[in-house]
Nanobody
Framework: QVRLVESGGGLVQPGGSLRLSCACY????????MSWVRQAPGKGLEWVSL????????NYADSVKGRFTISRDFAKKMLYLQMNSLKPDDTAVYYC?????RGQGTQVTVSS
């Protein structure tokens, strides 16, 4: 059964950091480009970042470039998102995605 399970969200002050994790089950993790997307309150889904199947290429939305880093661990079948210099506008539910679906999400709230 395919499952993507995100964790690591929480409440953080502006300027702080969080590391999101996504455990992936039930599919050939190493064969797919993986992404993070987010949904802020009252808004649609926003693509955040992707990493290619081999891990050799990454890409970021302009809004997070230079602050967020995506990575993956093939042995552990884990996807990560290191988020630094967080801003209130980063407040959203963050989802780990593969081409055929996404996880349940983890809430990130940036507030003083």
């Amino acid at each position: 059964q395919v499952r993507l399970v995100e964790s690591g969200g929480g409440l953080v002050q502006p300027g702080g950091s969080l590391r999101l994790s996504c455990a992936c089950y039930g599919f050939d993790f190493g064969s797919y480009t993986m992404s993070w997307v987010r949904q802020a309150p009252g808004k649609g889904l926003e693509w955040v970042s992707l990493i290619t199947s081999g891990g050799g290429r990454t890409n970021y939305a302009d809004s997070v470039k230079g602050r967020f880093t995506i990575s993956r661990d093939f042995a552990k079948k884990m996807l990560y998102l290191q988020m630094n210099s967080l801003k209130p506008d980063d407040t959203a539910v963050y989802y780990c995605t593969w081409p055929h679906g996404r996880g349940q999400g983890t809430q990130v709230t940036v507030s003083s």
